[in-house]
């Protein structure tokens, strides 16, 4: 008696994989009318907005590339400036020094013009133009673009080019800041607040801070030897600790200052010889 015919034969088994390949196909070709239809869909709502705002993104780079090689141009510029107004300022050339420092601070970028109006205040002073000079500084020491550094030395100068015209009480209230050590100008601050100090008499004040600044290895050779002197005179011993990093005595609060301290030791030698 024959068999029946098997489900699984070959034949069948190709047919289920045309008819598996052909549905695959199908579901990839549905796929991908899908995704093209929501692209154009996303095309169609946002194309042009999203082609707007790459076209302004390239228009804002090409600015940016455009600025910052003229801010180079300018910073080149006036460098070379500057450096040709230090080469007549060397030459004795102060008209022609000065028109180029003029023009640069009216036109330089915030670092250069700052340079150029207290290069010309140096020049204003040296030719006997105090006024002018007080008034750059002046105009340095109150401009919040200018870098903070540059302020500050126009504050110092402005005080150290006024200093006989000013009571010493307002020399010490604008540079008491600055005349403290580890402050990068204590030496030439300390040492006007340290001569304002001695115009009001205050000798114990006025000698620690000069103590301090002769022992200070980051002033100058010449203004450390000034100070050195001046303590000396004033009875303070440069070698101690003389003053906090305040700028104030260490014997301002009852501890023996340099001063007091040699007086003892000199009182007591004085005891034991007798």
Not at 178 to 198: H, K, Q, R, T
Not at 205 to 222: N, T
Request: charged share 30%.
């Amino acid at each position: 008696m024959a068999l029946p015919p098997s489900q699984n034969t070959p034949s069948n088994d190709k047919a289920e994989q045309r008819l598996a390949a052909q549905q695959d196909v199908f579901l990839r070709e549905v796929d991908d009318a899908v995704r093209q239809d929501q692209l154009e869909s996303f095309f169609a709502r946002y194309g042009k907005p999203l082609i707007a705002l790459i076209v302004i993104a390239l228009a804002a780079f090409g600015g940016y590339l455009y600025w910052d090689h003229k801010q180079t141009q300018q910073r080149e510029g006036d460098a070379e400036t500057f450096v040709q107004a230090l080469d007549s300022l060397k030459a004795g050339k102060l008209d022609e020094a000065d028109a180029k420092l003029k023009a640069l601070a009216a036109e330089g970028s915030d670092g250069s013009a700052t340079a150029a109006k207290l290069m010309q205040a140096g020049i204003a002073l040296d030719r006997g133009k105090k006024d002018d000079a007080l008034k750059l500084y002046a105009a340095v020491a109150r401009d919040e673009n200018a870098p903070q550094p540059m302020r500050d030395l126009a504050t110092i100068r402005e005080v150290g080019a006024n200093f006989d015209a000013m009571k010493p009480q307002d020399v010490v209230d604008r540079l008491k800041p600055y005349a403290a050590p580890g402050n990068p100008w204590f030496g030439v601050a300390g040492e006007l607040v340290g001569m304002a100090y001695l115009k009001m008499d205050k000798k114990d004040q006025a000698g620690p801070l000069f103590g301090a600044i002769a022992k200070d290895e980051g002033v100058s050779a010449a203004l450390r030897s000034r100070a050195r002197q001046l303590a000396a005179v004033l009875g303070v011993d440069a070698l101690d600790d003389v003053v906090d990093d305040k700028g104030e005595p260490i014997g301002k609060d009852g501890a023996k200052t340099a001063a007091d301290a040699g007086a003892t030791d000199e009182d007591a030698a004085q005891g034991a010889g007798e």
